[in-house]
T-cell receptor, first 115, second 113 residues
């Protein structure tokens, strides 16, 4: 069964506008972490933001914020004031504390920022 | 400093060649990972080293041989690869404690002819 679901294969956003990338997850663990990574065409996976399952506040890192809705099991990434350099593949990922080292990645969302 | 370095950036090899991929980090991380990523797919875990010992091998064919000589270095030795092994190979590292946020290197793009 899919543990991480990203339902948007591709998204378009106008430069300087905000965009939300969706991510839902499935786990029975109480302790888990949620991550977002950005992968430009160069290939490097860039860590953007982390949310812990016990964190009550939504995580923010500069223009990135994570809209964490625990009851709905969603962890959407919000990018404010989009820039051309934000065009990339974005992966949502989860690590369950009981599992240890394995990180589960979603299928990814390709974001295109239009000038 | 959250830098993980990987060499080479690109590699073309024949099916009878032997080559190695290298990964290095100086963040004090004691967990290091190898991933394989095919185009338009998420990364797939291959191996995990913790405290320089192999912790996870995701049933990877023996033509891939990992090595962790010390806490900063991770190698992936390649021998007798197949064309379907062509992919982006990503190295990552993390602290041992939860949540083990992984920091990735730039990857090695491998083409097997």
């Amino acid at each position: 069964a899919q543990k991480i679901t990203q339902t948007q294969p591709g998204m378009f956003v106008q430069e300087k506008e905000a965009v939300t990338l969706d991510c839902t997850y499935d786990t029975s663990d109480q302790s888990y972490g949620l991550f977002w990574y950005k992968q430009p065409s160069s290939g490097e996976m860039i860590f953007l933001i982390y949310q812990g399952s016990y964190d009550e506040q939504n995580a923010t890192e500069g223009r990135y914020s994570l809209n964490f809705q625990k009851a709905r099991k969603s962890a959407n990434l919000v990018i404010s004031a989009s820039q051309l350099g934000d065009s990339a593949m974005y992966f949502c990922a989860m690590r369950e504390d009981s599992v240890g080292f394995k990180t589960i990645f979603g299928a990814g969302t390709r974001l295109f920022v239009k000038a | 400093d959250t830098e993980v370095t990987q060499t080479p950036k690109h590699l073309v090899m024949g099916m009878t060649n032997k080559k190695s991929l290298k990964c290095e980090q100086h963040m004090g991380h004691r967990a290091m990972y190898w991933y394989k990523q095919k185009a338009k797919k998420p990364p797939e875990l291959m191996f995990v080293y913790s405290y320089e010992k192999l912790s996870i091998n995701e049933s990877v064919p023996s033509r891939f041989s990992p090595e962790c000589p010390n806490s900063s270095l991770l190698n992936l030795h390649l021998h007798a690869l197949q064309p379907e092994d062509s992919a982006l190979y990503l190295c990552a590292s993390s602290f041992m404690g939860f949540p083990k946020t992984q920091y990735f290197g730039p990857g090695t793009r491998l083409l097997v002819l």
